[in-house]
């Protein structure tokens, strides 16, 4: 059961993609990160930080027309978009062949999946706050995600305090 969530402000496209590379970073095989938000929110700039964390060099684009994309990095990062989907068409993807492997998943637009999505997992909602400033609320589900919260809360500390 999550503890707490966090609640983050981002000035820019750059802090968010920052915030993604630390998520990146703290990665293991089989984490589930969920993202939520309006169009533009910065759902694929949060995601293109975690790529970099993990390590990919591509470019990790919104995967909107092709659902899913996969990268080589530290560990195999699938990038899915689930915008243009319907519940019924989500649940005929099998999701579970990426979902509990050996790579990261990070979903776009997760909430369209609901139920079919693992109970724990890292759930992000990322909201308008101005022209580039982004309100990111990181809710951890699961033992897991809630020391993955705390090692994100560290090191958004350090870099806070060395003006980095």
Request: net charge negative.
């Amino acid at each position: 059961m999550a503890k707490s969530s966090l609640n983050l402000a981002s000035r820019s496209p750059e802090e968010t993609q920052r915030l993604g590379r630390i998520i990146g970073e703290l990665a293991r095989p089989g984490d589930i990160i969920l993202l939520s938000g309006p169009l533009g929110a910065g759902k694929t700039c949060l995601a293109q930080g975690i790529a970099r964390g993990l390590g990919v060099k591509e470019n990790a684009a919104s995967p909107s027309y092709v659902l899913m994309r996969e990268f080589a990095g530290r560990l195999p990062l699938y990038h899915m978009d689930l915008y243009r989907l319907e519940f019924r068409e989500i649940d005929e993807l099998g999701l579970d062949d990426y979902l509990y492997g050996r790579g990261v998943c990070v979903i776009e637009w997760a909430e369209k999946a609901g139920a079919l999505l693992p109970a724990d997992h890292l759930f992000i909602k990322l909201d308008y706050a101005g022209e580039s400033e982004r309100n990111i609320e990181i809710i951890p589900r699961g033992t897991r995600y809630d020391e993955m919260a705390r090692h994100i809360t560290d090191r958004l500390n350090i870099i806070e305090k060395d003006n980095i």
